[in-house]
């Protein structure tokens, strides 16, 4: 009975929500302890966020609580194929950009971002780099004169 | 005259030649990323805006609203010719105008489309330059009581009238004031929530929550989803309506123009609402009812009134108040206050060629999108054939570039990928993300106010119920919550019995 609810809950739309609710929460409650909480009439900066905090965690029971009464599912599966494509993609982005310069960032940004597609045709996202890499050094290197490295040391 | 003098002071200001060009290249661009199948206005201007942050505030304003009329044009043409809205708002528009573009009739339904929009965008533009200074001049006397108290009030609004559901609604709204007050207190010169990152204690920027939450949380959930869409890619034969045509809308379109006015204003409405509400008033004033949903003309021509005469209003106030109705108006906030502009009365004083140069943008706009998109139509048709697989990749980089752009710097980059898992979680999990960014956006402005209203009440929170300006804002906040809440607490009991 108790692997049953356990189970339950991870698919739990409503309890997955209040809980994400309440570490944010929680999380922002406790790292304001750190700064100085001042009075109603003199705020200090640990005033605000620790009242926010608060609320965003009482909102966050009431939705788990919610969730393990109404049992609604998520609903469809989790697409972690994408997810975790689109955001390798974004971040080895940043990562490439100022070590490699701005071409093998594109390069890389297209390529790990169609693997994150139901199908990948290698020559389409070849030839969609090329273009749309020429059309972005156009727009941001020429048109809106941004300093970036092209190539390692090629500016 | 004061409000001719401003005109033509906006007029000059949005006829150089810089202005027309800039206003000209954000309508094409709006219109031509809003018409791809798949991307809303709202991941238009997200990856678009990072493009205007390195130009001048008034070119940067004026492309901006450029780019949020033609991605709100582009998604009324994708609602006629492939039944997929963009988003809510031209939602209804796919009722009746793909059954058009189904009897051939694409043509005329969105040339009908353009020019009800037009008409509605002129009448709206015009309400900005009538209604902006009164109220601009009423918002004059509001101290720090009355602002906090007009945030509260737009913000529960955003939440009980959000899509989803109430509660997460109000979680959403605190999650987004949370992240907007990261980064350094103004105060005490604190860094909060930096975690020793540098960048962070300049707060997280605005276009990595927008692009984050709205661009790339929104590509991952297409890319689960995955659903067939049947377009309309045949030759468009006639694309001019009939007299008839031009006749049976003409009434519709004022009407709609009427209802979309009025909800633009309305905290938390904006133009879905209204495209709605005009419908259902068009069904109801209709001899023949059973025609919507059939290829009434009626159907395309009142909604798309209502939604651009919303998206004009809506810009009133957040001009002049600085409060933001819907997360598209909070994106051109963010804007603006990224260009160093605080929008409200005193900004409207300060810099009239800012104000008024934009007001007559508008409507310059509004005509560029009749010209431009009558005879672009065949090509917009083309555009719609584009597959997905070769225009999110492209999206992404837009998006992880022009955030590199904005600082410089790659943890800017990261932060984007961040925001976008949060925001992908919270989509699956069914949280509305509008709420959150109207929270993020008003977060460091709520807590400036509540500090300044307390500070000169010397403590005592009953200042928001004794002015009697605030108590009005406080009483509205509070017959909304109730309204809204009643209904919920009764299911919610019902449901735990």
Same mark, same amino acid.
């Given at each position: ?23 944010i ?7 304001a ?29 009431y ?12 609903k469809?599966?989790?697409g972690w ?8 993609s ?33 020559k ?15 727009v ?16 | 005259?004061d ?14 030649l ?46 901006l609203a450029?780019?949020?009329?033609? &991605?709100?044009?582009? *998604? ?7 039944? @997929?809205? +963009?988003?809510? !708002? $031209? #939602? =209804?528009?796919?009722?009746?105008g ?40 009423? &918002?004059l006397?509001? *101290? ?7 945030? @509260?009030? +737009?913000?529960? !609004? $955003? #939440? =009980?009238?959000?899509?989803g ?5 109000f ?25 020793g ?35 309309f ?13 031009l ?7 004022v ?35 059973s ?16 939604n ?19 997360a ?14 605080e ?69 800017d ?10 925001g ?18 008003l ?25 009697p ?22 299911r ?6």
């Amino acid at each position: 009975m108790g692997k049953f609810i356990k189970f339950d809950l991870c698919n739990n739309r409503d309890f997955l929500a209040g809980l994400l609710f309440i570490l944010i929460g929680a999380l922002a409650v406790v790292i304001a302890r750190d700064y100085p909480m001042g009075s109603a009439m003199r705020m200090g900066p640990g005033y605000f966020p620790t009242i926010l905090g608060g609320i965003l965690c009482l909102f966050g029971v009431y939705v788990m609580l919610r969730g393990i009464r109404s049992g609604a599912k998520v609903k469809g599966e989790w697409g972690w194929r994408p997810l975790a494509f689109i955001t390798l993609s974004i971040v080895l982005f940043g990562f490439l950009m100022d070590r490699l310069g701005m071409i093998p960032a594109l390069v890389v940004v297209f390529f790990a971002a169609a693997l994150a597609g139901p199908e990948f045709r290698f020559k389409e996202v070849l030839l969609l780099t090329v273009l749309m890499s020429v059309f972005a050094v156009g727009v941001f290197v020429y048109g809106l004169k941004l300093p970036y490295q092209l190539f390692p040391g090629y500016y | 005259m004061d409000v001719l003098n401003n005109l033509i002071l906006g007029f000059t200001v949005a006829f150089s030649l810089q202005n027309l060009a800039y206003c000209f290249i954000g309508v094409l661009l709006g219109t031509l990323v809003g018409v791809l199948p798949g991307i809303g206005p709202l991941v238009t201007i997200a990856m678009l805006f990072p493009l205007t942050f390195h130009l001048p505030a008034v070119p940067a304003l004026i492309m901006l609203a450029g780019i949020y009329y033609g &991605a709100q044009y582009g *998604g009324s043409t994708t609602s006629i010719l492939v039944n @997929l809205p +963009g988003e809510t !708002a $031209s #939602a =209804v528009t796919c009722l009746d105008g793909y059954q058009m573009a189904r009897q051939g009739r694409a043509g005329p339904a969105l040339a009908v489309a353009a020019l009800a929009s037009f008409f509605a965008g002129c009448i709206g533009t015009l309400l900005i330059a009538l209604a902006g200074p009164e109220l601009g001049e009423w &918002a004059l006397k509001f *101290g720090a009581a009355e602002y906090f108290s007009l945030m @509260l009030m +737009g913000l529960v !609004a $955003s #939440a =009980v009238l959000t899509q989803g559901d109430t509660v997460k609604g109000f979680a959403m709204v605190v999650l987004g004031l949370l992240l907007g007050i990261a980064g350094t207190d103004v105060n005490s010169g604190m860094a909060r929530y930096s975690f020793g990152v540098p960048a962070l204690t300049d707060g997280i920027g605005f276009t990595v929550i927008a692009v984050g939450l709205f661009a790339v949380a929104e590509i991952v959930s297409n890319l689960d989803l995955r659903e067939a869409r049947e377009a309309f890619t045949r030759k468009i034969l006639h694309l001019m309506p009939t007299g008839k045509d031009l006749k049976d809308s003409s009434w519709p379109t004022v009407r709609g123009t009427a209802v979309g006015a009025v909800f633009g204003v309305l905290p938390g409405t904006g133009p879905a609402l209204s495209s709605f509400v005009a419908y259902m008033l068009e069904k109801k004033v209709a001899k023949d009812p059973s025609r919507f949903g059939k290829g009434a003309i009626e159907g395309v021509a009142a909604p798309e009134a209502a939604n651009n005469a919303a998206a004009q209003t809506s810009f009133i106030p957040m001009l002049t108040l600085g409060i933001p109705t819907s997360a598209t108006m909070a994106l051109m906030l963010g804007a603006m206050t990224m260009q160093g502009i605080e929008p409200g009365p005193q900004a409207m004083i300060a810099k009239p060629e800012l104000f008024w140069g934009l007001v007559a943008s508008m409507w310059i706009g509004n005509l560029l999108l009749v010209v431009l998109n009558l005879p672009l139509v065949g090509l917009w048709v083309r555009l719609l054939r584009v597959p997905y697989r070769w225009l999110f990749p492209s999206i992404i980089m837009f998006c992880a570039l022009g955030n590199y752009g904005v600082n410089n710097n790659p943890v800017d980059v990261y932060l984007v990928a961040l925001v976008g898992v949060l925001g992908y979680i919270l989509a699956k999990l069914e949280c509305e993300p509008a709420p959150l960014i109207l929270g993020y956006v008003l977060g460091p402005l709520m807590e400036e106010y509540l500090r300044r209203a307390l500070l000169i009440s010397r403590g005592d929170p009953t200042v928001f119920f004794t002015r009697p300006i605030s108590l009005a804002f406080m009483i509205a906040a509070l017959l909304l919550l109730v309204v809204m809440i009643a209904p919920a607490l009764d299911r919610f009991r019902a449901s735990g019995a």
